[in-house]
């Protein structure tokens, strides 16, 4: 269970400095809950970690209600929607455009998704918290790093992807992938969601691009231990930007095959297909390579999503976004080496 004495000091840390809340804002806490199709359907230990989270997140809206006695906090819940970049309703999407900030600790993303945009496009300062677990807000947990020197490393690395045109990410697991970010930008996501209308992770420190449609061939090999309950490494083929064959991964391998039906040449899987984003993590205090949340954000790494990348510079919608993570990545921007074997040069 999540205990309120060791989490209440990286609450209150994130909804000052991260979120800038001010007081008399409208501040919102979101989470989604097990539908009776997921009681069935879902393995013990998954539901838990799901039930868990909501409960964390009910525990941050007390902590918010008692040390911001001036704003107006409210909790709300939703059915789960079973993956990644699914719009959550209506409602959902009314009560994110109304609030000041939002804090969404989620089992399933809603970053890729109209409802977050929209909010941002009404104002809404958000903080997207998929699979967040309690441990984050820690001592030395992620939640605490240096968000200062966050920024600035971001702001080197960004430029660089701003001027780059050919990209080749390889690593020791077996991932070999080309493509191209002409004419793309990248975007910081560094923690600091102060001004109206701003969105990203906590915890943070990426840096992120939309790569060109069309233009990833390779393979990313997505190592067992690095994804939630993989087992067996996992391989994604890429021809012309799309995925074409999804090997090994056992059960988790199996959803994804499922998902992405390779040999369906239909919407919407041609859109879940499809190579959205290339990543590279900043944040010396992430660790756990198991939490796509905090691994992406692991300093040195690179990840690769698939799916969604219109809310970010591409031009895919989807309804899908999901992204893995490579360790100990080597990074080549038109021939020059940017990262290698998980060091940033």
């Not at 409210?74 to 939002?102: A, H, L």
């Not at 393979?219 to 999804?246: C, H, P, R, S, Y």
Request: with cysteine.
């Amino acid at each position: 269970m999540v205990e309120k004495g060791k989490i209440e000091k990286g609450v209150v840390s994130m909804l000052k400095l991260n979120m800038g809340l001010k007081s008399s804002e409208r501040l919102l806490i979101v989470t989604d809950v097990p539908t009776s199709a997921d009681w069935i359907k879902k393995e013990n230990r998954e539901l838990a970690e799901i039930v868990e989270r909501s409960l964390l997140a009910k525990m941050v809206y007390e902590i918010a209600s008692e040390k911001f006695p001036n704003c107006n906090v409210e909790f709300y819940t939703y059915p789960s929607v079973g993956r990644n970049g699914v719009e959550p309703g209506k409602e959902v999407q009314q009560k994110m455009k109304e609030s000041d900030v939002v804090i969404a600790i989620t089992s399933y993303s809603l970053s890729h998704t109209e409802t977050r945009e929209n909010a941002t496009k009404s104002g809404t300062r958000i903080a997207s918290m998929p699979k967040f677990t309690s441990e984050m807000f820690y001592p030395g947990g992620p939640m605490v790093a240096d968000y200062t020197k966050i920024h600035e490393e971001c702001k080197k690395i960004v430029s660089l992807v701003h001027k780059a045109n050919d990209v080749i990410v390889t690593s020791p697991g077996g991932t070999n992938l080309k493509f191209s970010l002409k004419g793309r930008k990248g975007i910081i996501d560094d923690g600091i969601y102060t001004r109206k209308g701003m969105f990203g992770n906590l915890p943070a420190g990426e840096v992120y691009a939309a790569p060109l449609e069309g233009t990833t061939n390779g393979n990313l090999v997505v190592k067992a231990g690095w994804f939630a309950n993989l087992e067996e490494d996992m391989t994604f083929v890429f021809k012309d930007g799309q995925v074409i064959q999804v090997n090994g991964g056992g059960r988790i391998g199996d959803g994804f095959r499922d998902i992405l039906a390779c040999g369906k040449d239909e919407e919407p899987y041609l859109s879940r297909r499809n190579h959205a984003e290339l990543g590279i993590g900043t944040n010396p205090n992430a660790r756990q390579p198991d939490n796509t949340l905090e691994a992406e954000k692991i300093r040195g790494t690179a990840h690769i999503a698939i799916g969604d990348n219109a809310h970010f510079g591409g031009k895919v919608s989807a309804d899908l976004h999901q992204d893995f993570v490579i360790p100990k990545p080597t990074m080549k921007f038109d021939d020059k080496i940017v990262i290698e074997n998980g060091e940033i040069l």
